[in-house]
């Protein structure tokens, strides 16, 4: 019977020692939280981006703007960019694949450094896209694959709804749509001015804008807020901080876009 009793007590003892381990992996395993941003569906799905990502995503969004393609073709854009790099500037890939389309210098589309460069890439990217005949009228899976001639074509339709929803955000069509959250902005990494001219067309962004460009600009600045030093950003009264990581409705709704820098009054 002491036996029986001295068995069962090491087996109570392991089974704990046991739990605590698998605890402690769990714990240890599990994603610690960090700076990222969220973007928000209409039906209240949300969809994580990192800092870089929603920063790419930006860029293809700004450009479409700048040259004045329907959402579609940003909806179209982006499904492409996340299919083929996960919307990061990647330095290679398949062949000679390269940036956030993985598209290759040795089928004209440009030089390596050209590629790399993700205002070249967006706007090649809508160039061809607009030379399909048709296009605007196609699902985003057949108007993507016209571009990329991808052997995997019905790859980009499982992206459909998290760019779609990224587009409407970035486009301004869904107000206060992303958000970013555990930024830590300091100095500039960048001069908000040659980058705005050259994603934008514009660096005039402060000031009254009609409601669905001042959201777009809006939401270009907090994707970019790390790139630019900016701790603040608001729009027709309702704010982004990096220290709350959220929108805040609070001020006059007077279609006004403001900034704040770090360390400015």
Same mark, same amino acid.
């Given at each position: ?11 109570v ?48 969004a ?5 040259l ?15 299919? #083929?790099?996960? @919307?990061?500037?990647l ?6 694949? $390269?940036? !956030?389309f993985?598209?290759? *210098? &040795? ?81 500039? #990494?960048a001069? @908000?001015?040659?980058?705005a ?5 514009? $660096?005039? !962004?402060?000031?009254?804008? *009609? &409601? ?38 609070g ?15």
């Amino acid at each position: 019977m002491r036996r029986s009793r001295g068995a069962l007590l090491a087996l109570v003892l392991a089974a704990v020692v046991l739990a605590g381990v698998i605890t402690w992996i769990v714990l240890v395993s599990k994603p610690v939280p960090g700076p990222g941003c969220v973007v928000t569906a209409a039906d209240g799905s949300t969809y994580r981006l990192t800092v870089e990502q929603a920063r790419n995503a930006g860029t293809i969004a700004a450009v479409g703007r700048r040259l004045g393609v329907p959402g579609h073709a940003v909806t179209v854009a982006l499904a492409t960019a996340i299919q #083929e790099s996960r @919307l990061r500037n990647l330095p290679g890939g398949d062949r000679d694949s $390269a940036g !956030l389309f993985q598209q290759r *210098p &040795s089928q004209g589309w440009g030089t390596y450094a050209e590629v790399t460069n993700p205002v070249y890439a967006a706007t090649t990217f809508y160039q061809r896209l607009q030379q399909q005949p048709g296009w605007a009228a196609l699902t985003v899976t057949q108007a993507a694959q016209l571009v990329q001639r991808s052997a995997l074509p019905e790859a980009y339709a499982q992206w459909e709804s998290q760019a779609a929803a990224t587009a409407a955000a970035l486009t301004g069509a869904m107000p206060s749509a992303l958000t970013c959250s555990d930024l830590s902005p300091g100095a500039p #990494e960048a001069d @908000l001015v040659p980058v705005a001219t050259a994603e934008l067309g514009t $660096a005039v !962004l402060s000031g009254p804008h *009609p &409601s669905a460009e001042g959201w777009a600009d809006a939401s270009w600045l907090v994707a970019n807020a790390m790139r630019f030093g900016l701790d603040g950003v608001t729009f027709d009264g309702v704010t982004w901080t990096a220290a709350s990581g959220t929108w805040t409705a609070g001020g006059p709704r007077d279609g006004v876009l403001r900034m704040h820098r770090v360390g400015a009054p």
